[in-house]
Each structure stands twice: as C-alpha cells, then as structure tokens.
C-alpha cells in the first residue's frame, strides 16, 4: 500500500447518490440528522485530498488505506498494539503444512442496508479483486491463492455462509497480515453490479454517498474536493464500542491550509504537515511521530533517453553515480525534520525477515557490500566514487571533478508538490550540481504526478513505499511487470526492451522462487540477492526511512495508527 504513502486513489466517478447500488434508510436518515450530532461525538480529520476510488479492492495508497479501514472491515484488523486481530472471523483453523485455512465467521454479520454478510461475500470479493478485469493494482496478492481447477483462486465459501476455505500456493509467513488489508475486504455483489456500467467501470458503485458498506462508519454526504462526512455504522459488528457518530474529512492537498484549518479549531488531527513548520510545531503536545516500516527514494526510468547510446552497465553505473551524491543526512536533518533514519538500502530498516529475525542485519549466511554501514554504499556524500562510476560511463571530467561541457548530463526530475517533495528535489538539484550535473524539477498535483508517473513521463521522480505488511517481499514484488509497479507509489521503471535498460528476467525469476519457496531460512537468503540485484541496476536511490508526523488534538484519544501508516479513527472519542 504501494504503497504508498502517502499518497491516494486512481479512477473514475459516475454514480449518484440516487442510483441502485445500495444507499440505504439508514444513511438518509443520519444525513438528515447530522446537525444534531454534538461536538463531542463528531471528529474532523484531514489526511489527504479528493479520492477517486473507494472500493478497498481498488485502493492503491496509505490515506486510501485509511478511508477503507474505516468504512469496511474484513476477518482481520490491526488493534492498538499493531498487532492483526480477529474482526470479522470467529475461528481460524489451519493444516501443519500451512497450505489450507479455513475461517468461520462470527454470527449476525450485517452490510449496512441491514441485509445479511456471509461467506460468500469474501468469495465474490477475492475472485472480484483477482480478476483482471477489475484491474485492481494489489491483484497480484491474490496469487498467495493456489488455483483450482477453473483456474480460479482456490477460495470456496461454504453452502450455508459461515466458512470461507482457502488454499495456499506456498506457505505464506504474512498472510494474516494480508487478511486485514483493505483488497481483502468483502464488498456486497448487489451493489456492485448495481451499478450500470460496472463491468467497465469497477469502482462506480461507490463513486458517490449513500453506498453500503459494512465498517464502522458509512459515506453520508460528498462534497467532491471538498469534504466527505461519514456517519456511524448501526450494523457494524463492533458498534457498541464506536463512540463518534460522525467523521468528518476536509478533502485538501495544501499542506499549509490544513494545518490553519487545524489551528483554528475546525479539525481535531491533520497530516501530512507543512515541511517549512516542523520545526516551530515540535514542541507542541499536539505534535506526534510515529513509526513507519517504509522507504523514501529516488528512482529513475531506466527507458528514459537519458541513458541512451549506454550500454546497461553504463546506465547502471550513471543512476548508481547519482546516488553517491545525495546528502541523505542533510536531508533528514533539515528537511524532513523528524529523526528519519538515513537509507542505503531499499528494504526498510525494522522490517522482520520472514524467518523470525530483522532483514537489514549483516548476520553469518549474509554481508551487505558496505558492512560499516550495513548497505549498498556509505551513507556520506562521495564525489570521488560518483566520477569514477560516471567515467566508466563514458564521461568526461577537468581538474574539479566537474563534467565536461563535451559529455553533459541534464536531468528533469518529477514530483507532486507538496513542501517536503519540494525541498528534497531541490536538495538534489544541489547534490547532483556538485559535479555538474544540472536538473530541472517539475511539480505536479497528486492525481497529474501520478498519471505521468505511470506512464513513464519522467527521467528521474520522488519514490516512496510503505510496506503493505511486514516482509520483504512486499517491497521487492513491486518491481515485477503485472504487480502494481506502475500504480501509486510505485516506480514505473520499465520492462521494454531498450538497448540500454537492465535485464529484469533473473530478477523477475527469483521473485517467483522467493513466493514458492516453503524454506524459511532459504527465502530470506533469495530476497537478499533480490535486492542485491534491484540495488545493482541504481533504478532506486534510498534516501531515508519513513516516520510519520501529524496533530492531534490533547482532547482526542484513542485514534492510532500502524506501521503501515494506515489510521483507525473508529474508536476515537473526544473529551
């Protein structure tokens, strides 16, 4: 949940408040009602701008994430302590081989038009999201899934509604976690195919308010690029312990306008913060940081003409080159502001490995390249190395370790325009004119950046990932064709066959390995070499490891949120 970050959803809206897929009397009448509802039991947040999708199967990034897990609910959740709890699911039960689950769910499950939840609403869902004609971007987690003889997900649910059996295709160490995200949420078909034209467009049964769902809170008004407010869920399994009967969203991107919203008492918690405020905002009590399992990153577009006229080594060598350059540590320290660790690796550095143990460790069956600083090169500025590797690529130097007027390099770097991505791009503008390189910086609104993203209309763009779950696959299958690597948050480094770009095949092999592999201690031992072989092409540059930083109001508890970056408002109460 490419990730991520932060960061929202892709599609297209046509459906009315009016039409057929679901709005209920419940939802009306709370509509209607909502000036009653007491200061006290309303909270207003803002965590991003407008969204396009919100069906959980469609959903690509965090602040998405956020929007799903507050409006739908699967058999799993995460609970305070981070750790993933039974929702929906009353028992689980599992064969020695981890191959086959079978999951019962709890009785009275209720959609909220009141109409009953069953099993069978998972079964549609999974096959619904691993269908590609739903082009859903997280489909390719639905490949955990062995296949049966259809050549459909081996999902079954039984005839009576109160069990949904699954097979495996390999043991999979994570797959709990996956049972909480948001892709694995059930949706209701008759309100999905309500809609006129859901065959081509999946997500239009919930483009607008009043759509049934089954979380603690359902859409009752949208204001598009304005507002959205939710009202609780009476139907939700877990009511009695929703205190809020409404959340409230301010739909915006203007980091600075949110956060005068905030200031001015008209939302109760905002993120992301404006860049240029951290630093008068620490040492506020409403000012919090909390942990991440995610990666901030540089990456380029291994096609761009660029690279042309190089062989692959030599691309490799120039993108690699660049990345000596990045002052990771003035970055942490005067942009991003929130004691982020400085990257040299592409896998996060609290991510677990799979195989009871922490992946960015040099241990005895494993040695990064640059032991002292347990990476792929040192975390300080090295000229020296970026010439060599750019001289190996066929330029030219004088005297100053500048580049040649004869072999210049000119780079155009991409990024949304928020104050964090703003002030990075021109603290590598400085980084690469060390040596002469010279770089133009194009800013976009999120949905533009993201489009262009996609289809590659970059030579170098802000990257960012936070982990969909806990393990190091999630962040290397991300870089395999058919997954979502050209999705949010992603890095479209294309698979085309230029002269110039990487071969991928023996990376793209492995990554299969690694998902069949039932040897623990073997995969691990794969997903180094996976990113062994990512971090050798230079496609990714790392420069630091999430956190996140946001404001609470002191009179709000209980809202929290995972390393995943993904918030739960639903047991929120104000005081």
């Not at 390999?170 to 078909?189: E, G, S």
């Not at 203007?254 to 905002?270: E, P, R």
């Amino acid at each position: 949940m490419k990730k991520l970050i932060a960061l929202v959803l892709t599609g297209a809206m046509t459906m009315s408040l009016l039409s057929g897929c679901g709005s209920s009397g419940n939802a009306s009448t709370a509509s209607e009602s909502a000036s009653n509802v007491s200061a006290d039991a309303k909270l207003s947040v803002c965590i991003a701008s407008e969204p396009d999708h919100l069906d959980p199967a469609l959903n690509a990034t965090v602040d998405g994430a956020a929007l799903a897990v507050n409006s739908f609910v699967g058999l799993y959740t995460y609970d305070e302590a981070g750790e993933v709890v039974p929702a929906l699911a009353a028992d689980m039960q599992a064969s020695e081989d981890g191959l086959e689950y079978t999951f019962t769910l709890k009785d009275d499950l209720k959609w909220s038009d009141g109409s009953d939840l069953t099993a069978k609403d998972f079964e549609y869902a999974w096959k619904r999201a691993a269908n590609p004609e739903t082009a859903a971007d997280y489909a390719y987690l639905m490949d955990v899934f062995a296949k049966d003889a259809n050549d459909e997900i081996d999902v079954k649910a039984s005839d009576d509604g109160k069990t949904i059996s699954c097979k495996l295709a390999a043991p999979c160490p994570y797959f709990m976690n996956l049972l909480a995200f948001p892709v694995f949420m059930p949706v209701k078909q008759e309100a999905v195919e309500s809609a006129s034209d859901w065959q081509t467009n999946p997500g239009s049964w919930c483009s607008e308010a009043g759509f049934v769902s089954n979380g603690a809170f359902t859409l009752a008004e949208w204001n598009h690029n304005e507002s959205m407010r939710y009202v609780k869920n009476p139907y939700f399994y877990d009511a009695d312990n929703v205190k809020l009967e409404e959340l409230d969203y301010m739909l915006s991107a203007d980091d600075s306008a949110k956060l005068a919203a905030y200031n001015a008492g008209d939302i109760d918690y905002v993120y992301p913060l404006p860049n240029d405020e951290l630093a008068n905002l620490k040492g506020n009590e409403e000012f919090h940081v909390d942990p991440q399992i995610g990666t901030y990153y540089v990456t380029f577009n291994v096609n761009s003409s660029i690279f042309e006229g190089k062989t692959p080594e030599q691309a490799s060598n120039m993108r690699k080159a660049l990345g000596y350059l990045i002052d990771r540590q003035t970055v942490v320290d005067n942009i991003a502001q929130t004691e982020q660790l400085p990257a040299n690796t592409f896998i996060p550095d609290a991510m677990s490995d799979g195989n009871g143990g922490i992946f960015r460790t040099n241990d005895g069956d494993y040695k990064y390249p640059d032991e002292a600083s347990t990476g792929y090169f040192p975390l300080e500025v090295n000229i020296d190395k970026a010439v060599e590797l750019l001289k190996e690529a066929g330029y030219e130097f004088d005297d100053n370790n500048m580049l040649s007027s004869s072999t210049p390099i000119h780079l155009n770097y991409l990024t949304n325009d928020t104050t964090l991505h703003l002030a990075v791009s021109q603290q590598l503008q400085q980084d690469f004119a060390q040596i002469g390189v010279t770089m133009d910086i194009q800013t976009e609104d999120w949905q533009t950046f993201i489009n262009d993203r996609n289809n590659g209309n970059y030579d170098v763009c802000r990257g960012g990932w936070v982990a969909d779950y806990d393990d190091p696959i999630n962040m290397l299958e991300m870089f395999v064709p058919n997954t979502n690597d050209s999705g949010n948050d992603h890095p479209r480094l294309g698979f085309e066959s230029t002269d110039y770009a990487p071969d991928w095949t023996e990376y793209m092999d492995l990554i299969k390995e690694i998902k069949a592999d039932a040897d623990f201690a073997d995969r691990e031992a794969k997903m180094h070499k996976a990113e062994d072989l990512l971090m050798d092409t230079g496609a990714v540059s790392p420069i630091y490891f999430y956190n996140v930083a946001y404001m609470q109001k002191a009179n709000v508890t209980g809202v929290y949120q995972n390393v995943f970056g993904t918030i739960y408002f639903l047991y929120a109460s104000k005081s």
